[in-house]
T-cell receptor, first 110, second 110 residues
């Protein structure tokens, strides 16, 4: 069966520091991969999606970037965090249209 | 206008009650429809897909009305464990990305 992992689970970072969040999927090959952010009390906002290695589409222009160095690995990065980057970051994979989410990373920027 | 609109609630219902959630979507080209459930501070989990013919899974029934661009979820015999936020979700065929509603919060009370 397929499993999706995210780490770290929680993170507290100062403004201006870099960020790297990792997501890996097991038990499937060439999945579509997604990064979402959920601000406190808000809905899910799609940040990036990828249909294959090295193929990244950005949904929202901001100080975040994503990379897919391997088939089942998706990384979210930032060079300098802003206070507004705080939120719950969720990675998801999709075999078709439905999506399955990882446990998420709760990021607090101080 | 939001792409997917839901009543935020909360819906406070007693155990055993029947409760219905509604959702409207703006993109008439949307092809796939889902209900997700999100517990507090957890990742969303797929509850069920929604088909034009309607579908049922135990105590849960989902309906889709394409002409009115309207989706519903009915929960019968509510349990305490049904307390969560229910997310209405539609898929864009072009990019296979999901658009999430902001969710409807359900609180089932003893």
């Amino acid at each position: 069966s397929q499993t999706i992992h995210q780490w770290p689970a929680t993170l507290v970072q100062p403004v201006g520091s870099p960020l790297s969040l990792e997501c890996t999927v097991e038990g499937t090959s060439n999945p579509n991969l997604y990064w979402y952010r959920q601000a406190a009390g808000r809905g899910l906002q799609l940040l990036f999606y990828s249909v294959g290695i090295g193929q990244i589409s950005s949904e929202v222009p901001q100080n975040l970037s994503a990379s897919r160095p391997q088939d089942r690995q998706f990384i979210l990065s930032s060079k300098k965090l802003l206070l507004s980057d705080s939120g719950f970051y969720l990675c998801a994979w999709s075999p078709d249209y439905e999506q399955y989410f990882g446990p998420g990373t709760r990021l607090t920027v101080t | 206008r939001k792409e997917v609109e839901q009543d935020p609630g909360p819906f406070n219902v007693p155990e055993g009650a029947t409760v219905a959630f509604n959702c409207t979507y703006s993109n008439s080209a949307s092809q796939s429809f889902f209900w997700y459930r999100q517990d507090c501070r957890k990742e969303p989990k797929l509850l069920m897909s929604v088909y034009s013919s309607g579908n049922e899974d135990g105590r849960f029934t989902a309906q889709l009305n394409r002409a009115s661009q309207y989706i519903s979820l009915l929960i019968r015999d509510s349990k305490l464990s049904d307390s969560a936020t229910y997310l209405c979700v539609v898929s864009d065929t072009g990019r296979r990305a999901l658009t999430f509603g902001s969710g409807t919060r359900l609180q089932v009370q003893p």
